[in-house]
């Protein structure tokens, strides 16, 4: 199962991003740390949680022109495959969506400065109660995403440790690989034939 340099390339950048705009949105809202710092982080969250939704984007035209690899044999595989891609897909845009709706509805009215570049428009009237349920939304639509790629994760490393496939490799940078077949026993050769003709050094 090998998918194209581009696919791998969108999948590894989109994982990273989420994985950190997890961790960030975590530590921003719990963490103790004077006002200032406190604001930086959350424009930086917002800014990246922009790239994050640009990128969903990206990913779905790129999956609508490329073929993804051949889907497993099993039906309850196939099933899973499914049921875990349409959730991770519908998460990494309900998620984004839920933060712009949530840093829209704020009673603080704080603007959205897309990496202090330009002001993002809002999209909610500001108001506690709108703030409630767009920032609700977020912790747990944000809370199953993470949920979910735990899930991602395990399967992959399954497919790696008990069943041996490619499935995860698959989804790795190409390595270099060593001399093919034929090179190698051309090689062989030829350090035989060295061995031979030392032998006869005198
Ligand atoms: C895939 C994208 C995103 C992920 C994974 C994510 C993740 C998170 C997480 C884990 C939190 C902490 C939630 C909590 O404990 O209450 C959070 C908070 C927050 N996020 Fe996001 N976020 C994303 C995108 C965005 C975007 C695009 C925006 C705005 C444009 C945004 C705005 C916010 C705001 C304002 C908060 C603070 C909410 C509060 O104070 O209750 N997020 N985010």
Redesign the pocket.
């Known amino acids: 199962m090998r998918w194209s340099g581009t696919a791998k390339a969108l999948h590894w950048t989109t994982a990273a991003l989420?994985l950190g705009?997890?961790a960030l949105?975590?530590v921003?809202?719990?963490a103790d740390m004077n006002a200032a710092l406190r604001f930086d982080l959350?424009q930086l969250?917002?800014s990246f949680?922009?790239v994050?939704?640009g990128l969903v984007w990206l990913r779905l035209i790129h999956l609508t022109f490329r073929c993804a690899p051949e889907p497993p044999k099993s039906r309850l595989e196939r099933r899973l495959v499914r049921a875990g891609r349409a959730g991770l897909w519908t998460l990494?845009i309900l998620?984004?969506l839920s933060?712009?709706a949530?840093?829209s509805a704020?009673p603080l009215e704080i603007p959205?400065l897309f990496f202090g570049l330009f002001k993002?428009p809002d999209v909610v009237r500001p108001g506690e109660a709108a703030f409630a349920l767009a920032?609700s939304a977020?912790?747990w639509l944000?809370a199953l995403?993470a949920a979910l790629i735990c899930l991602h994760a395990a399967a992959a490393l399954k497919h790696h440790f008990i069943d041996g496939d490619d499935v995860l490799t698959g989804m790795l940078p190409r390595r270099r690989s060593g001399p093919s077949g034929l090179k190698k026993v051309r090689q062989d050769n030829v350090l035989k034939r060295l061995d031979e003709v030392r032998s006869k050094r005198f």
Do not use: E
């Open positions: 989420i705009l997890l949105g975590w921003m809202t719990r959350y969250h917002k949680g922009f994050a939704l990494m998620a984004p933060g712009w949530t840093a704020s959205t993002v920032s977020h912790f944000t995403f």
